[in-house]
Antibody, heavy 122, light 107 residues
Framework: EVQLVDSGGGLVQPGGSLRLSCAASGFTFSSYNMNWVRQAPGKGLEWVSYISSGGTTIYYADSVKGRFTISRDNAKNSLFLQVNSLRDEDTAVYYC???????????????WGQGTLVTVSS | DIQMTQSPSTLSASVGDRVTITCRAS??????LAWYQQKPGKAPKLLIYKASSLESGVPSRFSGSGSGTEFTLTISSLQPDDFATYYC?????????FGQGTKVEIK
């Protein structure tokens, strides 16, 4: 069974840092591209960052570029998001999501973690 | 960036109703559109991909259509488990973007 378990969230002051983790199981993690997506309280979904299966291709949303760093450890089946210089507007539930190649269906986000809440407040 | 606009923002319906949600893209995304269902406190769940392909395990009362810039999600006969928020998402190009969501409420 495919499982993604998000962790590492918490309460942090503005300007602070956290390291979010996503533990993967039930599939060959090293073969899949991955994303981080966030959702502010009561708001919609916002894509945050993407990393290819081998870690060589990385993208960020403009809203987090220069402050967040995505990485992965394929030997440990884990995805990470280092979040620095946090702002009030970064308060959100952060989800990891697997990207599954579907041939002519494109690259589909089929499994998501349960999310981890980051609260930025003084 | 490609903007995704859903309508309506909120929809009140009864069990058994046929429900349609619309999603418009600010430029053509071919058929690279997905639909997700999200319930409070839970992660989004993939329902439809490539505009009209039903994800495995998703009930057949859900269907999607459209291409280019206009897309629809239809629930043929609304069930109690379907009261949730629905999001469209384009995966044609970075940055991948979502619609603002449509909340389906009990009438």
């Amino acid at each position: 069974e495919v499982q993604l378990v998000d962790s590492g969230g918490g309460l942090v002051q503005p300007g602070g840092s956290l390291r979010l983790s996503c533990a993967a199981s039930g599939f060959t993690f090293s073969s899949y591209n991955m994303n981080w997506v966030r959702q502010a309280p009561g708001k919609g979904l916002e894509w945050v960052s993407y990393i290819s299966s081998g870690g060589t291709t990385i993208y960020y949303a403009d809203s987090v570029k220069g402050r967040f760093t995505i990485s992965r450890d394929n030997a440990k089946n884990s995805l990470f998001l280092q979040v620095n210089s946090l702002r009030d507007e970064d308060t959100a539930v952060y989800y990891c999501a697997r990207v599954d190649p579907r041939g002519d269906g494109g690259y589909v986000w089929d499994y998501w973690g349960q999310g981890t809440l980051v609260t930025v407040s003084s | 960036d490609i903007q995704m606009t859903q309508s309506p923002s909120t929809l009140s319906a009864s069990v058994g109703d046929r429900v349609t949600i619309t999603c418009r893209a600010s430029q053509s995304i071919s058929s690279w559109l997905a639909w997700y269902q999200q319930k409070p406190g839970k992660a989004p769940k993939l329902l439809i991909y490539k505009a009209s392909s039903l994800e495995s395990g998703v009930p057949s009362r859900f269907s999607g259509s459209g291409s280019g810039t206009e897309f629809t999600l239809t629930i043929s006969s609304l069930q109690p488990d379907d009261f949730a928020t629905y999001y469209c998402q384009q995966y044609n190009s970075f940055p991948w973007t979502f619609g603002q969501g449509t909340k389906v409420e009990i009438k």
